[in-house]
């Protein structure tokens, strides 16, 4: 089963829309880690946010902001006021502290696309 | 600066070919990773390993070997076994303990000639 679904694959907006990237997770552990990584056309993955399992506190950084939801182990990315610049695939992914820490879970990715 | 290190950016492998990707870090991390990436894909996890000397299969090691005999360096091995390489692989290090946040190196692009 999967541990990290980010069931949007592709999304299109213009550019100043606001959007939301949805991630679920799934862990029996009670301490875990989720993070937000942008991967944009060059390659390599760029670490966004960290979040642990004991903090729901939603965090806003300038345009971007996360909404974490233990209820409903959803850990959500909004970009308000969408850029060109923001057009990327993030990926979601869980760290559990537990079972081994060293090891990651990632989702599929979301591709986002912003048009001028 | 600290960081990762991949090389090449790019790769060729002939029919038959073993090819070696470079992932060299200077961040003193004891774990590191090598992640596979096909077109329109999410990462999937080929091998990792937590200290020097040691390394764990993941989820698609048929075809692929690693070595770690220096804290630094882990080179991935594409071996003429594993027979559709390409593919865009990432390398990644971890620092200690549990929530660290991956690193990731900007990633080398395999093709078969």
């Not at chain 2, 999937?44 to 993941?58: E, H, M, T, W």
Request: glycine share 6%.
């Amino acid at each position: 089963a999967q541990k990290v679904t980010q069931a949007q694959t592709e999304i299109s907006v213009v550019e100043k829309e606001d959007v939301t990237l949805d991630c679920v997770y799934e862990t029996r552990d009670t301490t875990y880690y989720l993070f937000w990584y942008k991967q944009p056309p060059s390659g390599e993955l760029v670490f966004l946010i960290r979040r642990n399992s004991f903090d729901e506190q939603n965090e806003i950084s300038g345009r971007y902001s996360w909404n974490f939801q233990k209820s409903t182990s959803s850990f959500n990315f909004t970009i308000t006021a969408s850029q060109v610049v923001d057009s990327a695939v993030y990926f979601c992914a869980l760290s559990e502290a537990q079972y081994n820490f060293n090891k990651f879970y990632f989702g599929s990715g979301t591709k986002l696309n912003v048009k001028p | 600066d600290g960081g990762i290190t991949q090389s090449p950016k790019y790769l060729f492998r002939k029919e038959g070919q073993n090819v070696t990707l470079s992932c060299e870090q200077n961040l003193n991390h004891d774990a590191m990773y090598w992640y596979r990436q096909d077109p329109g894909q999410g990462l999937r996890l080929i091998y990792y390993s937590q200290i020097v000397n040691d390394f764990q299969k993941g989820d698609i090691a048929e075809g692929y070997s690693v070595s770690r005999e220096k804290k630094e360096s882990f080179p991935l091995t594409v071996t003429s076994a594993q027979k559709n390489p390409t593919a865009f692989y990432l390398c990644a290090s971890k620092g200690p303990g549990a929530g660290e946040k991956l690193f990731f190196g900007s990633g080398t692009q395999l093709s078969v000639l």
